[in-house]
């Protein structure tokens, strides 16, 4: 596994920009030579919070070329979902769309002005910019910093992947909902 420490990095603050650096971070990847222990694994480490480490993996095993998962370490996403036959879902580090959904309607049902602060937060990680305020203290869900530092990179990994569509318009869109 090729460790890459990001967490000093500054990234671009607008969305081409964004793009393009991942991308061409992904190109310096050395490649591998099978699908097995000679495969090229990278870990970019983005950022820590409260202990946990924020960082995108590559490959991402969906087939989609430029694309990874985002990862934190020390949460399982899973917890309290369960499958078709009711069993609890397998554990994952992997944050998904659903998960920030659910995580934002808790809050947003515990602390409508409190989330109308986030929301302010989240339109200014959509627009590429670092938020200002980090620090709300909902009771539900997950840290709103953690959150926050996901949504960046959930909206450039659609950016990556959906490009030539809405790319990260279509999380944004469904947390507008909400």
Known sequence: MNIIDLSTHVFSTNREGLRRELIEMFLKEEPGQDRYELASRNRYVIKEIDGMTIYLQRPAQFNNGFDFTLNVSGINFNLGYFNDKGNQKRSTTRPSHEHILDDLSSKKVENQVLY?????QIDRVYNCNLPVRDDFSFNSGYNAAIILECLKWLFAEQ????????????LYDAINEI
Not at 116 to 120: I, P, Q, S, T, Y
Not at 159 to 170: E, F, L, P
Request: charged letters at 35%; glycine letters at 6%.
């Open 116 to 120: 109308a602060e986030l929301k302010e």
């Open 159 to 170: 950016d990556i992947t959906y490009w030539h569509y809405s790319g990260r318009r279509m």
